[in-house]
């Protein structure tokens, strides 16, 4: 309930300050487990994924965010979880297959971070690793418009100057029966940083 009011609260918000366009939404299942994977530009950019879809979204978030009461009461009522990033967080990893196992949306940010410069970054390998093991679809998305209305070291975002663009491309299947093939799992995360990328510098 929590979750449905705050998403319908953002999607108006996305709507009067940055006049939000959404495209691909028939790429996106209606049912059953799926990944999202999306580049990351700013803060905003979780916002912008869970309130364009009508589906509950899970998400993972640095560990430090959830320091504060507040902003941990906030996250996980809006479906995140922390993650370790400096060592292996086997806790994160199994909460993520448990949530695809369920039939449910991950959405994940393979560059690790926030862009610094508002370019794609070399993607971290561990979202093609969650998807050959579940074997579940990755659903590559491109994001534009939110580096330049909040980057990193920017107290408050730009309010109405530009508009936000969230483009889903078509989702890609990989080969479960690969998943200790290295060279395939690499040329699978190049072709998904590839489709990113197009989907983050096109516009409509």
């Not at 709507?15 to 939000?20: N, Q, T």
């Not at 862009?115 to 579940?136: C, D, F, P, R, Y």
Request: hydrophobic share 45%.
């Amino acid at each position: 309930m929590f979750y449905s009011i705050l998403r319908t609260i953002c999607l108006l918000l996305l709507k009067i300050f940055w006049r939000i366009e959404i495209e691909g939404l028939e790429n996106v299942p209606k049912k059953g487990a799926l990944i999202i994977a999306s580049n990351h530009l700013s803060y905003l950019d979780p916002m912008v994924i869970g309130a364009s879809l009508n589906r509950k979204i899970y998400f993972i978030a640095k560990k430090e965010v959830f320091k504060s009461v507040f902003g941990r009461f906030i996250l996980k009522n809006l479906n995140t979880f922390p993650v370790d990033r400096e060592n292996a967080d086997i806790f994160a990893l199994k909460k993520a297959i448990n949530i695809l196992q369920e039939e449910e949306i991950l959405c994940l940010f393979p560059e690790g971070t926030r862009s610094l410069n508002g370019e794609l970054q070399e993607l971290k390998l561990g979202v093609v690793k969650i998807a050959m093991k579940t074997g579940v679809p990755i659903l590559p998305v491109g994001i534009i418009g939110t580096y330049e209305i909040y980057p990193q070291g920017k107290k408050f975002p730009t309010l109405f100057k530009y508009k936000i663009i969230v483009h889903y491309g078509i989702p890609q299947h990989l080969n479960k029966l690969k998943l200790r093939d290295k060279i395939y799992q690499k040329e699978a995360l190049n072709l998904l940083s590839k489709k990113i990328k197009e989907l983050s510098t096109i516009s409509t």
